[in-house]
């Protein structure tokens, strides 16, 4: 079974170049202290569910007008049941967007290579020395970077992104992310903001010209930089 719990209309920000809606699946295997979808993550059992057929129905009604739709969450690839909600995407003739934390290069390969997928936009939590402590769980960064190779093929349209705090992101961090993801073909470093619904607490982010000053240390390495959220 597959559980929407979070239903966006309608975006002109999570899809870039696109019109789009947004839905957002719960339950994630990362437990980032500053992730601001905490009750999907932590507590997807309490959050509302919309129907499929509500869902289906709407993204119908609205396919003239959309282009597109991000599935997003939580971590949406956890679900076994992903390439069903994307084939039935695709159906209608829309594009997909995929938000994802990389953890699961099984699945993200297999939607690239059954045409279920256009875009991923996989966040990239820190440089790898940081990676635990910044997921706030034990994991094999070898699989996030099998993740992070396959997209670099450029099989699929592709985005790597960053959340920045002043608490796990230095310049030094910035600089080995940097280094790991020299030749990409785009990265955004994403101001920090705070939610009601955030999973830790005491964290704060950079200012405009702080991440400016972080974009212009990248501009060498990856082939588009940009900043978001401020």
């Keep these: 079974m597959i559980r929407i719990h979070g239903f966006n209309k309608l975006t002109l920000l999570d899809y870039p170049g ?10 994630c295997n990362f437990r980032c202290p500053y992730c601001h979808n905490g009750n999907l993550v932590l507590h997807p059992e309490q959050e509302p569910v919309i129907p499929m057929e509500e869902i289906l129905g709407t993204l119908k009604k609205r396919a003239k007008i959309l282009d597109g739709v991000c599935v997003s969450g939580g971590e949406p690839t956890l679900n076994p049941r992903l390439p069903w909600l994307m084939e039935n995407i695709r159906r209608l003739g829309l594009a997909v967007k995929l938000d994802t934390n990389g953890s699961n290069p099984e699945m993200v390969e297999q939607l690239v290579g059954d045409g ?6 996989m966040d990239i939590k820190n440089s790898p020395r940081r990676y635990e402590e910044t997921a706030g769980v034990k994991l094999d960064v070898t699989r996030i970077n ?30 080995e992310i940097g280094k790991w993801l020299a030749g990409s ?21 950079y200012s405009r010209e702080q991440l400016e000053n972080f974009r212009l240390l990248l ?12």
């Design 18 to 27: 696109k019109v789009a809606c947004t839905l957002f699946l719960g339950h």
């Design 116 to 121: 279920l997928v256009d875009y991923v936009a």
């Design 146 to 175: 099998d993740t992070v190779e396959f997209l670099r093929k450029g099989t699929v349209d592709y985005e790597f992104r960053t959340t920045v705090t002043r608490e796990f992101h230095t310049r030094e961090d910035i600089l």
């Design 185 to 205: 073909r785009r990265y955004f470093l994403q101001a920090y903001r705070e939610s009601d619904q955030m999973i830790g607490s005491g964290f704060s982010g």
């Design 219 to 230: 501009l060498d390495k990856i082939g588009e930089v940009g900043i978001r959220g401020i």
